[in-house]
């Protein structure tokens, strides 16, 4: 079975980006002129996904704003020459669906993704962290397309310096791969120091998993911290049906911190045809 909902768990504080998300969710920052959230949509469904389950918090009713249909603004954006923005926005209710459920706490990824179990339903469904944006829908596709022909979950893999290992989801993988994987996931480490990582494979911000995840989420134990962690149930996950885990295939901005987002809107800016060559010609004149 095909996924084609898209979850996205959207309701951390964004306490790295205070004070501005104490107002402004940290997913509706722009990337340029485009809220990250949006850019995110635009990738679920260019993979196909046409039910967006946007896990939010009720102090955020920024977002829950953001999904409503508004006719008014749309009409106001196309008088003003922004068809694109207003074509991706007239989408959300019409040729996608959007839900939004909520996790009361925050409790870690493993509970928030149990927090869409009840729209999600029985079937498997894509999994994209906010957090990082993806130049294009390749990658997704290619998780989707991977779950779809084995019935098995898919995640997306990179190979990282080992001294980088710690900051991430490391994965162990059963030999005879091929280099470039697809792998057979055997074991899951959630941030390891890096003399105890079992390789220098992370797991990054995309996933296609079957609806059995869910199983895995309800017998999760707390980490000493409280969450409960979204690894430790794709561990018990590929202790009963593999769990295969592809390298990325695309260009990747980690919005999770000041840097990385600013480094996603300069970037966002120099691809912009109309904007480009003033942003350079002005970072040439800072630089130099």
């Known amino acids: 079975m095909k996924a084609h909902t898209a979850v996205i768990p959207a309701a951390g504080l964004g306490t790295r980006f205070y004070p501005v998300t104490k107002a402004v969710p940290k997913e509706l920052l722009p990337i340029f002129d485009v809220p990250a959230l949006q850019l995110v949509m635009d990738e679920a469904i260019g ?3 046409d039910h967006i389950v946007l ?3 009720r102090n955020k009713p920024g977002l829950e704003n953001y999904v409503t249909p508004n006719p ?4 106001k954006l196309r008088d003003q020459g922004r068809h694109d923005i207003a074509d991706r926005l007239a989408r959300i209710g019409s040729d996608v669906r959007v839900s939004i459920t909520y996790q009361d706490s925050p409790r870690g990824l493993g509970h928030a993704v149990g927090c869409a179990r009840e729209v999600v339903g029985d079937e498997p469904f894509a999994l994209l962290l906010p957090d990082e944006l993806r130049g294009d829908s390749g990658l ?3 998780l989707i ?3 779809e022909a084995t019935g098995q979950s898919a995640i997306e893999l990179k190979r990282v310096p080992m ?4 900051a991430y989801g490391v994965v162990s ?34 996933y296609v998993l079957t609806a059995d995840i869910f199983e895995e989420i309800d017998k999760l134990q707390p980490h000493p911290n409280g969450e409960l962690q979204l690894t430790d149930a794709l561990l018990s996950q590929s202790l009963r049906t593999p769990v295969l885990g592809h390298l990325t295939t695309t260009q990747r901005w980690d919005t ?7 480094e996603a809107v300069l970037d966002a800016a120099l691809a912009r045809p109309e904007i480009a060559p003033q942003l350079k010609a002005w970072l040439q004149t800072r630089l130099g």
């Open 163 to 166: 001294e980088e290992v710690s």
């Open 55 to 57: 896990v939010s918090s």
């Open 140 to 142: 997704l596709s290619l």
């Open 145 to 147: 397309a991977s779950c």
């Open 72 to 75: 008014l603004i749309n009409s």
């Open 173 to 206: 993988v059963a030999p005879g791969a091929p280099v470039e994987g697809p792998f057979e996931i055997t074991d899951v480490v959630e941030k390891p120091k890096m003399e105890d990582a079992p390789s220098d494979l992370i797991i990054l911000g995309r």
């Open 47 to 49: 993979a196909g996904c």
């Open 256 to 262: 999770g911190t000041p840097l990385g987002w600013l």
